[in-house]
């Protein structure tokens, strides 16, 4: 774990769907013009720089890039990276109200967001999660984090984040770099309806 806080300069988000979309030329976005420094490391995580493409939202921890969405089947695929701290920093609050409803207010309903770079959670209470789930469920929408480590997953049912995002095995060792966006949702689908079959039976 150390390790990977120390070569967090070398983690850059994916970028192999810059050409079919990018947040910073995307005029419903909330990083809409948002230019980068490709040649100065200013950002960081406590005392570590990270890669400069990732975008600020308020929290002093954690940061995130929104790497697709297709305001046509209202999906959006987001990355995180860094500390997730609900309990110091009121992180949720920050991620809901600068990055999640900007997205709302666009017709956005279905939400991966990739959290394999996210290295430790500290949470505090679901009321955010719980506004967020409410907001999009109403028109059959989901939220799904993807890909957390088994500590940060173990963190999170602590709060009981699971009422309102999906969140479990089921959605981990989910390999979507390098597969299509659509291929992606469609993946996410089929491994949520799965797991409802399994807890039927």
């Not at 987001?78 to 709302?104: A, Q």
């Not at 969140?167 to 299509?180: M, Q, T, Y």
């Amino acid at each position: 774990m150390v390790e990977s806080v120390k070569l967090m300069h070398t983690i850059e988000p994916y970028y192999k769907w810059r050409d079919i979309y990018s947040a910073e030329t995307d005029e419903r976005s909330p990083f809409y013009k948002r230019e980068y420094n490709e040649f100065a490391y200013t950002q960081k995580i406590y005392n570590y720089f990270i890669h400069p493409q990732w975008d600020d939202f308020g929290s002093s921890t954690l940061y995130a890039k929104i790497l697709y969405v297709d305001y046509s089947t209202k999906f959006a695929v987001i990355e995180l990276i860094g500390e997730w701290n609900d309990c110091l920093h009121n992180d949720i609050m920050f991620f809901k109200r600068e990055v999640i409803e900007p997205l709302i207010e666009n017709g956005i309903e279905y939400y991966a967001v990739a959290c394999e770079n996210v290295l430790n959670f500290h949470g505090s209470d679901d009321c955010y999660y719980e506004e967020w789930q409410e907001e999009v469920s109403t028109y059959g929408g989901w939220i799904c984090f993807i890909n957390l480590f088994k500590h940060v997953e173990d963190e999170m049912h602590d709060v009981g984040i699971q009422f309102h995002v999906n969140i479990g095995p089921h959605l981990n060792e989910v390999h979507w770099r390098g597969r299509k966006p659509q291929h992606l949702f469609d993946e996410i689908e089929r491994r949520m309806n799965s797991s409802v079959r399994q807890l039927r039976y």
